[in-house]
């Protein structure tokens, strides 16, 4: 079965520092995307990043960066220059299957990540 | 771009009745919607996938009688919780795979979800 570990439940960090969120996965797709998504209080879900497994090269979005070792099968998260407003529940989603065209997210247990100002 | 809507976002039902929820992409078309289920601290449970004018695709353990989901167009998917019970209570979310290729990668799109009490 398709699994998604995020090792870390809870993280802490100083405003303007850095953290690294740490996911690793198994999955039998072999042409698929990651990514991770937070959920702040309001519990709505917020895309941070998406990395395309076929890219060596990983994907940046502003402070968001991730470190994909697809061989290691693992996919962390790098928030630098950490602000306030990043306090949420970070939840990593890899692909399963494929349900009638569009593949099925596995998430992992989420890392809540914590800003110290 | 890529807005998911839910209605309602929150509704107080009582044991028996029915309750439907509506999720909506606003600003997209999307072939695919997805629900979930959130308890309290945990993270996400698929509980089903629907493609616009098929039946839809339950996991394993939810029982399609009691959460009804219809797919009627390209832009609304709705979930209906019938006779419900108070171990029904939880957070529901759905999600939209968009189909234009400025939102490709399988990527998907949140509702902000739906808080549901059943007493």
């Known amino acids: 079965a398709q699994t998604v570990t995020q090792s870390q439940p809870e993280m802490s960090v100083q405003e303007a520092e850095t953290v690294t969120l740490s996911c690793t996965y198994d999955t039998s797709e072999s042409d698929y995307y990651l990514f991770w998504y937070k959920q702040p209080p309001s519990r709505q879900m917020i895309l941070v990043i998406r990395q395309e497994a076929y890219k060596q090269q990983n994907a940046t979005e502003n402070r968001f960066s991730v470190n994909f070792q697809k061989a290691a099968k693992s996919f962390s998260l790098k928030i630098s220059d950490s602000q306030l407003g990043d306090a949420a529940m970070y939840f990593c989603?890899?692909?399963?299957?494929?349900?009638?065209?569009?593949?099925?997210?596995?998430f992992g247990q989420g890392t809540r990540l914590t800003i110290n100002p | 771009g890529a807005v998911v809507s839910q209605h309602p976002s929150r509704v107080i039902c009582k044991s028996g009745t029915s309750v439907k929820i509506e999720c909506r992409s606003l600003d997209f078309q999307a072939t695919t919607m997805f629900w979930y289920r959130q308890f309290p601290k945990q993270s996400l449970m698929l509980m089903a996938t629907?493609?616009?004018?098929?039946?839809?695709?339950?996991e394993q353990g939810v029982e399609k009688d009691k959460f009804l989901i219809n797919h009627a167009s390209l832009t609304l998917s709705t979930l209906t919780v019938t006779s419900a019970h108070p171990e029904d209570s939880s957070f529901y979310i759905c999600?939209?795979?968009?189909?234009?290729?400025?939102?490709?990668?399988?990527?998907?799109?949140f509702g902000p979800g739906t808080r549901l009490t059943v007493l």
């Open positions: 629907s493609n616009e004018g098929s039946k839809a695709t339950y």
């Open positions: 989603a890899v692909p399963h299957r494929k349900i009638q065209g569009a593949q099925k997210l596995v």
């Open positions: 999600s939209a795979r968009a189909t234009t290729l400025a939102l490709i990668g399988d990527t998907q799109y």
